[in-house]
């Protein structure tokens, strides 16, 4: 069923990216959009936390919108999202923003709650109201009826879950995905972990399209921007490469 967004919002802390890193996402962007028209519903996803998934999913959800993909990004880590203050998300109205758990545990329709927001072609389903045991509304009927919509609604719906890890959300959600981008630290997540993940990602039916190297850091050169995060500037030119069987890309960045 088609809906139109009944709120507005502005993102109003989308700091800007040293051309290195926005290259490598872009890059990232670009081959997202070279796995075919049946992957739409994309899972970013990390093994452990302080990986930077959020990062990514905010930073390629961005891309697509800016490049004029209809895109929205679905905060599901209703334990500990700090999407709203961190981004600095406010409605245009000055209304307080309802997100994921508050949908999910109603009965009203999604429209309410998704915000057309003031980048590109971007909608935005946040999660402001953070929940001990999301378990239920995981594994509740709306939530599959939910991911229908959105796949009827946007070309691409990038879900930032929770670590594979520290809970079982992500493979619940994963199980309602077309595909998931596993974000792996460069030089602190072991290759057992990583492969764990895969094993987990897969046996929920959720593939892995691409493994993002995150916080790839140049020999020697880089530097700090106003949030004090490095940038390593020599990795750039090192897009993608081949993790096992699985396609990576890798982007210089200290942000989470």
């Known amino acids: 069923m088609e809906f139109t967004p009944k709120n507005r919002a502005t993102v109003q802390n989308m700091p800007k990216l040293p051309y290195a890193v926005e290259e490598a996402l872009n890059r990232l962007r670009v081959n997202v959009s070279f796995l ?16 930077g998934k959020s990062f990514v999913a905010m930073q390629l959800w961005r891309q697509m919108a800016e490049a004029g993909s209809k895109s929205i990004l679905v905060d599901m880590d209703l334990r500990k999202s700090v999407m709203v203050d961190k981004y ?3 409605r245009e109205d000055n209304g307080k923003i ?9 009965d009203d329709t999604l429209d309410k709650y998704v ?3 003031n980048i590109g072609a971007g909608d935005l389903l946040p999660n402001k109201e953070n929940i001990i045991n999301p378990s239920m509304l995981l594994e509740g009927q709306k939530l599959t009826s939910t991911f229908e919509e959105l796949d009827e609604n946007y070309r691409y719906t ?3 879950a929770p670590p594979l890890n520290l809970v079982s959300d992500g493979e619940k959600i994963g199980s309602l995905c077309d595909g998931a981008l596993l974000v792996v630290r460069a030089g602190e997540t072991p290759k057992a972990m990583v492969r764990n993940s895969i094993r987990q990602l ?5 593939p892995v399209v691409g493994i993002a190297l995150s ?6 050169s880089g530097y700090y921007h106003k949030y004090g995060n490095y940038y390593g500037k020599s990795y750039y030119g090192k897009g993608y490469g081949y993790y096992g069987k699985h396609e990576y890309y890798g982007y210089g960045t200290e942000q989470k």
Request: glycine share 8%; charged share 25%; hydrophobic share 40%.
């Open 36 to 51: 075919g028209s049946k992957v739409k519903k994309i899972m970013v996803i990390s093994s452990a936390p302080d990986e």
């Open 88 to 90: 600095q998300v406010v």
């Open 98 to 106: 309802l997100g994921t758990s508050d949908y999910l545990a109603s």
């Open 115 to 117: 915000l057309r927001t």
């Open 158 to 160: 990038f879900i930032d």
């Open 202 to 206: 897969e046996r929920a039916g959720c």
């Open 215 to 220: 916080r790839a850091k140049g020999a020697a």
